[in-house]
């Protein structure tokens, strides 16, 4: 089957840094994207690698390898509004993409 | 300013009602998609479009149905086959495949009355 596993909750303090990890089993695949989601709104796109290594976006990186087929989404400098669910989410080609479950970020004071 | 309106933002149906959920964006995107969120859970793809009048089936297509007239609109029907249509249902579009990223609407929340 198709299927990316991912941490149901992680919590951390603000100011930290903090690593989303990611496993994937998926037929054709072609890339990891993120995710984020805050409680009842829209998800918005935070980055995709195709690549292995380190994909960097201000605060927010994201790393692959594809021979550990594993994959994960870095924090850091923690801000409250960080507090939200985290998806990975495998393109398998053309227009299917499927999501993991999300991971449930809590950022502490 | 471009972007996915997903209307109404709640919606009770009831039993053996067919609701039709709006899906609008002025991105000008070819693709768009019809997601299913249960809490908890991560989406689960009902339909895509790739391009106007033409649509397939996702994962979990059953008791559902599309069209795909205008490029702008990609309307969801929950027909009454649906029997747990209780849901977050969210809307989306992207430039082409989805290696692109996706836009998102706000959401339908569907409920049985």
């Known amino acids: 089957g198709q299927s990316l596993e991912q941490p149901s909750e992680v919590t951390a303090v603000e100011g930290a840094i903090v690593q989303i990890n990611c496993t994937y089993q998926t037929s054709g695949f072609y890339g990891l994207s993120w995710y984020q989601q805050h409680d009842g709104g829209a998800p918005t796109f935070l980055s995709y690698n195709a690549l292995d290594g380190l994909e960097e976006t201000g605060r927010f990186s994201s790393f692959l390898s594809r021979s550990d087929s594993y994959g994960y989404l870095l924090l850091q400098e923690l801000q409250m509004k960080d507090s939200a669910s985290y998806f990975c989410a495998s393109n398998t080609g053309g227009f299917k993409t499927i999501f993991g479950a999300g991971t449930r970020l809590f950022v502490k004071a | 300013d471009g972007g996915i309106t997903q209307s109404p933002k709640y919606l009770f149906r009831k039993e053996g009602q067919n609701v039709t959920l709006s899906c609008e964006q002025n991105?000008?995107?070819?693709?768009m998609y019809w997601y299913r969120q249960d809490p908890g859970q991560g989406l689960r793809l009902i339909y895509y479009?790739?391009?106007?009048?033409?649509?397939q089936k996702g994962d979990i297509a059953e008791g559902y149905s599309v069209s795909r007239e205008k490029k702008e609109s990609f309307p969801l029907t929950v027909t009454s086959a649906q029997k747990n249509p209780t849901a977050f249902y969210l809307c989306a579009s992207s430039v082409g495949t989805s290696n692109q990223p996706q836009h998102f609407g706000d959401g339908t929340r569907l409920s049985i009355l």
């Open positions: 479009s790739q391009i106007v009048n033409d649509f």
């Open positions: 991105l000008n995107h070819d693709a």
